[in-house]
């Protein structure tokens, strides 16, 4: 079962192929691309700006005025405020404001609409691979798991392409202008402040990292939880009627448990992240405090006092920026098997597909021939070796056997859900592997096993393989199937996967939709175990109509249902053991005889 | 506040922690408030103070935090000045510290009082579930209930362990920098907050309106999962009636609805942020120009100036953030009121006679007994009448919808009768304790639920302790021994999502096996062998015969292979019941049961002539 575990991805190599991957998927959006990249960088670098802005305004409005008003004071006279000066500053400060905020209209514009087209495109690819895939790629994967990569793993991939790409971008812009403003100004502060930079950044990045491990044990075991409480939802008759109350909660109360401990820890770490930036933070600004107080106090004085202020601002800041890279980084890391689930379904081959010069089949007539086919679901146990079958066009066979025996396979075969891992089946004369797909399954009709319906009202479920049907032929159908009493019902809504009907009233729907296709080719795989012996006898009176003028395959178990078909086939061990109608077979007393008779004896033992 | 109230309800016995978890973080909003504070020295005391020569002597008492912490700091001479910023990174160093520790004590009380709290409610939400009646189950849809259990309480969860102790801490630094302002000068910081109340109002209409389209959002994603997950459980269909372009059509319409969503979504946000960011843009220009102002008419002085600005930063944000908060209280209190729903659902009443090691004989008796479902919902059983001697075999019979699974529903005591009475051993049904009577009575439903754990687990789920060879020798009955041992990890083998799936006919071969090894006085087959095939099931049916000799077993199938051996037939018809006796005595009825016996004997009189020819 090593498909459906959850594979652990050990983040350095798979880091830069996955996020290349993805941005070929954003980059699809060229313009947006360019212009929440461009956007982006306008604001982180009118963020670095505003404290130069502080600095302006001290030193060359505040510093220079307020000596002028104390020298003023000094002898005597007052000064005037030059408040045109101060404007000026403000206005800049308004003015770069502006601009900043057109910036975030616009990345938010333009990211917004990276991601959700990413998640568009994603999905849509998805949907479209798996509508393509086969039946084997379904016995091995399941549903559940096939689902969360069309919705939660998308979603995070897309993320980390819009926002994620988002936040290091700025995080980075904002760091370099930061830093330039301040080598500018003052390169021993500067100095200071950078070297804070890669301390903070590998300290925050251990600790989210540490983070990561927890929450993704967190993350595992609440899939846990959801899946014990969907278990013990769902099952919670079994459990109710067993008396198992206490022994299903006990259980539950050991996961639930293990998940506080594995949330906890994620909780502690994630309780350390910000102290511990802050802090290193703190020591920067502390040493700037330090460092730039020394310059002002030397003669002569090494810095003014809105240097000063503006490199204690962003040392105080510069932990921002770090938060963001660092949480993308996270972020990608924390989505990279996301993204592995959702490559590796983009990438699965899909092996049962239309061959580039495949033709479409015109109308069969419904000649069937297995020559030398083998098939295997694992090559140690192959289940038809050297299969040899001619079924003539409108024939009707019945395929008789206990379970396991390869019936079911062989349909699969002829439906094409599976391809002959060896030899050829041809229809009409010709392997259909050269046809297409298309236009080789709408000419047949299947009742499948297990009878699944999709939710909305009975009759769209009977027209599901021919939506332009009439209500004459919906009528029809039904009464084909014996199942003329849900003409009343049509409208009746069935309920998610048909969960409002019965079994076998399942059944008897999913009959009608094979029914109103008018196959060329019908199928029928043990589909009516679960009606009710009179709705059964209904059945027996249409199914002559069925059989009539097309080539038809039958799997029942009562053996009632195909005595009148024109061939029985008995099937064992993947071989056929008997062939012939019934009456033939009765005579030779084989296999099917002690099948058929076995019906009498058990009648028998009732009356006993 | 009635949220508010709520969501701390949930807190439960966590509450004192949570309160000290704020409590400290109050602390260290407190503390963080004196690193500008420290700038400000640090400028006034000694950088402006060395400038003009010593001349301008700091006030050392314009207000309680600065002069404590010039009160800290050695005397400031012009010749210890150094020595003096020396102390000072020191200090900003110590109170940074002292800031970061509490702040992380109080996360950690604060994360390990959420889990707790968490933990608490999810067990609570279990073993309500477990003890609610099965009615409960047929009216709330089952995904809705598993989404409450798990994504709600994911909601709540993310709220009181983020959003609770921000709000505090919002709150505390929001008054911390006013009142920090205040001491600066009060007229000034006023006018520093003149406009927050603009910004709190656009985010809190913002939040109202973004809760709106998020959930309009929520629902179109839903849509989409829905059309998903069903196409996936019914891929099989969808490729066997060649119908893929219809499917896909169908899921790109919804697709595209729901991008269109999130871009909507998108928009909002796209209107938001930066209206709001203006007026804070605005306010903090505003404050500059009024500070250049202030500092010029020597109202303040420019390490003030400088220390302002940093405290304008810390109220304007706090403002922004609340609405966010409040939105989200909004969703968290909509997920808990959704919990609440589960919550206050009445349980079972358990309680009753039991006993240790006692049987139950089996004597059954329905006694004029009616039942509905739903209160005003059709008769499903009415004034049905039976009885049942300890060890007989009872088969009843009837079309879809007559009344049968009723039956077995009201013997377990999954709903109780409208009137009339059931006598189990003589009492009455109802004095039983419901755990002792279901381990008693052994019922294989007709949908058969196996849970996703491997084949041994499965069958051994009702028996507690139980050796190998017994649930082996239950599986040779029920006829499912040997399909196992062909499987690669035989009874060790993974069934369900994420292991082998098991036909129709295999899972209701091992729900009989584990009802089987319950090892039940009563045995109960609700339809169910109808998907195993009809040489298997006579297998199954001679081993039950051994197996279940002398005890009680009532059967409901439609096939009368099913029935072979019945001691009595109860055929049902429309809640009541139509004809009862023994296979004699109502085949020479001839009446319904007369019916389905000719249609199936048709097949054998065939037989029987062929045979014979």
Redesign the interface.
């Given at each position: 079962m090593t498909q459906f575990e959850d594979k652990q991805f050990s983040g350095k190599g798979a880091l830069l192929p996955f996020l290349k991957r993805i941005f070929t998927y954003a980059w699809v959006y060229k313009k947006w691309m360019y212009q929440f990249l461009f956007w982006i960088g306008i604001v982180a670098i009118t963020e670095a700006i505003f404290p130069l802005i502080l600095l302006g305004f001290l030193d060359y409005v505040i510093q220079p005025e307020l000596q002028a008003i104390q020298a003023a004071q000094l002898q005597g006279t007052t000064h005037a405020i030059n408040y045109v000066e101060m404007l000026k500053y403000t206005g800049v400060f308004m003015v770069i404001g502006l601009i900043q905020v057109i910036g975030v209209y616009i990345f938010i514009k333009y990211a917004g609409r990276v991601q959700e087209h990413v998640m568009f495109d994603l999905r849509e690819k998805m949907f479209n691979k798996l509508q393509r895939l086969s039946f084997s790629y379904y016995d091995r994967s399941a549903s559940g798991w096939l689902l969360t990569r069309l919705t939660s793993d998308t979603d995070r991939v897309a993320e980390v392409i819009s926002w994620g790409l988002l936040d290091a971008f700025w995080g980075v812009t904002n760091i370099v202008f930061c830093l330039l403003a301040l080598f500018y100004f003052n390169l021993k502060l500067g100095l200071i402040v950078m070297i804070s930079i890669p301390v903070m950044l590998v300290a925050s990045i251990k600790v989210r990292m540490l983070v990561l491990e927890y929450s993704r044990t967190s993350r595992k075991l609440n899939s846990e939880l959801t899946a014990s409480f969907s278990e013990h939802i769902n099952g919670v008759k079994v459990i109710k009627s067993t008396g198992q109350e206490q022994e299903a909660f006990t259980g539950f109360k050991g996961l639930s448990g293990k998940m506080r401990r594995a949330s906890y820890k994620a909780g502690f770490f994630t309780a350390m992240y910000i102290p511990i930036v802050l802090l290193i933070g703190s020591l920067a600004a502390a040493l700037v405090v330090f460092f730039g107080g020394q310059m002002a106090i030397a003669v002569p004085a090494g810095i003014t006092i809105g240097v000063l202020a503006a490199s204690f601002d962003y040392a105080m800041k510069i932990f921002l920026p770090i938060m963001d890279i660092s949480m993308f980084y996270a972020r990608a890391q924390g989505s990279l098997s996301a993204g592995e689930r959702i490559f590796s379904l983009l990438n699965e081959e899909v092996t049962i597909k239309d061959q580039v010069d495949a033709l479409s089949m015109n109308r069969i007539q419904g000649d069937i021939k297995f020559e030398g086919v083998e098939f295997y679901y694992k090559k140690e146990n192959p289940v038809l070796e050297n299969f040899n079958l001619r079924i003539k066009a409108g024939e009707s066979i019945a395929l008789v056997g206990a379970t396991g025996e390869g019936k079911s396979t062989i349909i699969n075969l002829i439906c094409r859900f599976y391809e002959p891992t060896n030899g050829t089946l041809k229809i009409d004369g010709k392997d259909y592997t050269q046809s297409t797909l298309k236009s080789l399954r709408s000419q047949m009709g299947i009742v499948l096993q297990t009878p699944h319906l999709f939710s909305g009202t009975m009759r769209e479920n009977i027209v599901y393989g021919r939506q332009e049907a009439t209500d004459k032929e919906v009528k029809e159908a039904l009464q084909i199937a014996g199942a003329s009493h849900f003409e009343s019902r049509l409208n009746e809504e069935v309920g998610e996967g048909g969960d409002q009907l019965s079994q076998g009233e399942k059944q008897l729907v999913s009959f009608a939709r094979a029914v109103l296709t008018k196959p060329r080719i019908f199928i029928m795989d043990e589909a009516t175990s679960s009606v009710d012996t009179l709705t059964e006898a209904r059945i027996q009176e249409g199914i002559g109509k069925i059989l009539e003028g097309r080539t038809s395959l039958i799997i029942a178990h009562r053996l009632s249902t195909i005595k009148n078909c024109d061939r029985i086939l008995v099937i064992k061990k993947g071989g056929i053991v008997e062939d012939g109608n019934h009456e033939d077979l009765m005579n030779k007393k084989g296999r099917y005889y002690d099948l058929y008779t076995r019906q009498l004896r058990e009648e028998k033992a009732i009356l006993i | 506040m009635q949220h508010i109230y709520k969501l701390f309800a949930v807190l439960d016995r966590w509450k004192g922690h949570y309160i000290f978890a704020g409590l400290l973080l109050i602390i260290a909003g407190v503390v963080r408030m004196f690193?500008p504070k420290?700038?400000q020295v640090?400028?006034d005391g000694?950088?402006?103070f060395?400038?003009s020569n010593g001349t301008h002597i700091p006030n050392t008492d314009s207000d309680i935090i600065s002069s404590f912490i010039y009160g800290l700091l050695p005397n400031i001479q012009m010749d210890n000045?150094?020595w003096v910023?020396?102390c000072?990174?020191?200090l900003?160093?110590g109170i940074?510290?002292i800031?970061?520790?509490v702040?992380?004590f109080a996360?950690?009380i604060?994360?390990?009082s959420?889990?707790?709290a968490?933990?608490a409610l999810?067990?609570r939400l279990?073993?309500h579930?477990?003890?609610l009646p099965?009615s409960f189950?047929g009216e709330v849809p089952?995904?809705e209930?598993?989404q409450r259990?798990?994504g709600d309480v994911?909601t709540v969860r993310n709220f009181i362990?983020s959003q609770v102790t921000e709000i505090i801490r919002l709150i505390s630094f929001f008054f911390g920098a006013f009142f920090m302002m205040y001491l600066i000068h009060p007229l000034y910081a006023f006018i520093a907050i003149c406009l927050s109340p603009l910004v709190f109002i656009t985010t809190f209409v913002f939040f109202k309106k973004e809760s709106k389209i998020w959930e309009a959002h929520e629902t179109e994603?839903d849509k989409?999962?829905?059309i998903?997950?069903?196409?996936?459980?019914?891929?099989?269909?969808?490729?066997?009636?060649?119908?893929?372009d219809?499917?896909?059509e169908k899921?790109?319409k919804q697709?595209?609805v729901?991008?269109g969503m999130?871009?909507q979504?998108?928009?909002l946000?796209?209107?938001f942020?930066?209206f709001s960011?203006?007026i804070i843009?605005?306010q903090?220009?505003?404050s500059?120009?009024v500070g250049?102002?202030f500092?010029?008419?020597?109202q303040i002085t420019?390490g003030e100036?400088?220390a302002f600005?940093?405290y304008l930063v810390m109220v304007a944000w706090p403002m922004r953030q609340l609405g966010q908060i409040f939105s989200k209280m909004g969703m968290a209190s909509v997920a808990l009121d959704r919990i609440d729903l589960i919550l206050k659902a009445e349980e079972e009443d358990y309680e009753g006679y039991h006993s240790e090691d006692e049987k139950l004989k089996g004597d059954i008796v329905f006694d004029e007994v009616s039942f509905r479902y739903e209160e005003k919902g059709p008769l499903v059983l009415d004034k049905v009448s039976f009885k049942i001697n300890a060890g007989e075999k009872i088969a009843l019979l009837g079309?879809?919808g007559s009344g049968k699974s009723s039956i077995i529903a009201l013997l377990?005591r999954?709903y109780e009768p409208e009137s009339g009475t059931i006598l189990l051993d003589g009492k009455p049904l109802k004095t039983y304790d419901?755990?002792?009577l279901?381990?008693r009575?052994?019922?294989v439903?007709?949908?058969p639920?196996l849970?996703?754990t491997n084949i041994n687990e499965n069958m051994a789920?009702?028996a507690g302790e139980i050796e190998d060879d017994t649930i082996q020798e239950a599986a040779k009955i029920a006829a499912i021994h040997d399909?196992v041992m062909?499987l690669p990890n035989q009874y060790q083998t993974?069934v369900g999502?994420?292991?082998v799936s098991l036909?129709?006919?295999?899972k209701q071969r091992v729900?009989l096996t584990?009802a089987l090894l319950?090892n039940p006085d009563i045995l109960v087959l609700d339809?169910a062998t109808?998907?195993v095939?009809?040489?298997?099931e006579?297998h199954i049916q001679n081993g039950l015969n051994q197996v279940m000799a002398n005890k009680t077993s009532i059967i409901i199938a439609?096939?009368?292979?099913s029935?072979?051996?019945a001691d009595t037939i109860i055929v049902f018809e429309e809640g009541k019941v139509l004809e009862m006796g023994s296979?004699e005595s109502l085949l020479e009825k001839g009446g319904f049961y007369r019916?389905?016996f000719d249609?199936?004997?048709?097949?054998?009189e065939?037989?029987?002539k062929?045979?014979n020819e």
């Open positions: - | 690193l420290i700038l640090a400028i000694v950088v402006v060395h400038q000045l150094s910023l020396t000072i990174g020191l900003f160093v940074a510290l800031q970061a520790t702040r992380f996360n950690v604060s994360a390990s959420t889990e707790n968490i933990k999810r067990d279990f073993s579930i477990q003890a099965l189950f089952t995904g209930m598993i259990c798990t994911d362990s994603q989409l999962t829905g998903i997950q069903e196409n996936l459980s019914g891929i099989r269909v969808v490729q066997a009636f060649a119908n893929e219809y499917e896909i899921f790109n697709n595209l729901k991008r999130g871009i979504h998108v928009d946000h796209m209107k942020w930066p960011d203006v843009h605005a903090i220009a505003l500059l120009f250049g102002y500092t010029l008419s020597q420019v100036f400088i600005s940093t079309p879809a377990a999954f419901k755990t002792y279901r381990k009575v052994g019922i439903h007709q949908d639920f849970f996703s789920y009702a399909f062909t993974q999502e994420k292991g036909s129709g006919g295999q729900a584990r319950q339809d109808s998907a095939d009809t040489e298997t006579f439609h096939r009368l292979t029935f072979q051996g296979q019916k389905i249609l199936q004997s048709a097949v054998e065939d037989i029987r062929e045979i």
